[in-house]
């Protein structure tokens, strides 16, 4: 998830696949869960690699996703092994 348009350009242009980013909805709705997406984000890009921030990241990512009635991100290959 992305919120500004510039970014979305900068890792467009990174990205070997193309294919890969599109935007779905360009206006969200403040709700507490993309309040606690974004202090997740903002935690993660600092550097707070510990499980606890990415994992605050993926769930709120997904309750947003939601919120919007888009599809949650799929599980990760690991997580989904160990059931």
């Known amino acids: 998830m992305i919120t500004d348009y510039d ?3 900068r890792i467009q242009e990174k990205q070997t696949n193309a ?3 599109r935007i779905i909805q360009d206006i969200v709705p403040i709700t507490d869960n993309l ?7 903002s935690d993660a890009a600092r550097g707070a690699q510990s499980p606890e921030a990415l994992s605050d990241l993926e769930y709120y990512t997904d309750q947003v996703l939601l919120e919007n009635q888009l599809p949650i991100n799929p599980p990760d290959e690991d997580e989904s092994e160990d059931e």
């Open 19 to 21: 294919d890969a980013m």
């Open 35 to 41: 309040v606690k997406w974004a202090i997740a984000e």
């Open 7 to 9: 970014s979305f350009l």
